[in-house]
């Protein structure tokens, strides 16, 4: 089966420009995750939906960050405007919420922003 | 303590075995779970440990769960070169349908 597929893969652009990130998650999956890993630290948590249903997004930036999953299976991450700490890895991650909620991650999407 | 920590740094000859340990946070926590990441790749799952079991091996991976220390440990027996990669730890804590995650643990196989 396909995994989960991210795209971009690499981004590069200027401070205040905006930016979207993409992501499919394995089929049949109803938790979708976004990720965000800083060089040399594990990855944290920016949003989960369950199905289409933002259900934590506690740690969301939500002045310049965005994000949807329209009919609960592609989702999208935006920033807008980009600030030069945005620069970072971007993981989307997807499970089937049942016993022991393993998650699936995709290559990420690294952002620079300069 | 708040957060999953990990030592930053193992090295280890080809053939000898790794041990990676992580301490978490969240005596309740209902599963531990050990992540790969190669470079510029995403997380890999190589296993994972419900919080009644005290250890699982899956062929050449052991894992140790000390409940009470909240500790947790990674045996990789006969050490490829390549297993060289990031080995992150995390845990769910009770709750929560997300995982959290350590710092990670760089692993260093030398030939």
């Known amino acids: 089966e396909a995994g989960v597929v991210q795209s971009p893969r690499y981004k590069i652009i200027e401070k205040k420009q905006p930016v979207a990130f993409w992501c499919n998650p394995i089929?049949?999956?109803?938790?979708l995750y976004w990720y965000l890993q800083n060089l040399g630290q594990g990855p944290e948590l920016l949003i989960r939906?369950?199905?289409?249903?933002?259900?934590?997004d506690s740690q969301l930036p939500k002045d310049r960050f965005s994000a949807e999953r329209l009919k609960g299976v592609d989702s999208t991450l935006k920033i807008q405007p980009a600030e030069l700490g945005d620069s970072a890895v971007y993981l989307c991650?997807?499970?089937?919420?049942?016993?022991?909620?393993?998650?699936?991650f995709g290559a990420g999407s690294r952002l620079t922003v300069l | 303590g708040e957060d999953v920590e990990q030592s930053l740094f193992l090295s280890v000859r080809e053939g000898d075995s790794s041990v990676i340990n992580c301490t978490y946070t969240?005596?309740?926590?209902?599963?531990l779970y050990w992540y790969k990441q190669e470079p510029g790749a995403g997380l890999q799952l190589l296993t994972y440990?419900?919080?009644?079991?005290d250890m699982k091996q899956d062929q050449r991976l052991t894992v140790l769960l000390n409940k009470k220390d909240k500790h947790l440990s990674l045996r990789i027996a006969d050490t490829q070169t390549g297993d060289s990669a990031i080995y992150f730890c995390?845990?769910?804590?009770?709750?929560?349908?997300?995982?959290?995650f350590g710092t990670g643990t760089r692993l260093t196989v030398i030939p």
């Open positions: 440990i419900f919080s009644n079991m």
């Open positions: 995390a845990e769910r804590k009770t709750g929560a349908n997300n995982l959290f």
């Open positions: 939906y369950e199905n289409e249903e933002a259900v934590d």
């Open positions: 991650a997807s499970s089937y919420s049942s016993g022991a909620n393993v998650l699936t």
């Open positions: 089929s049949g999956h109803n938790t």
């Open positions: 969240d005596s309740s926590s209902t599963y």
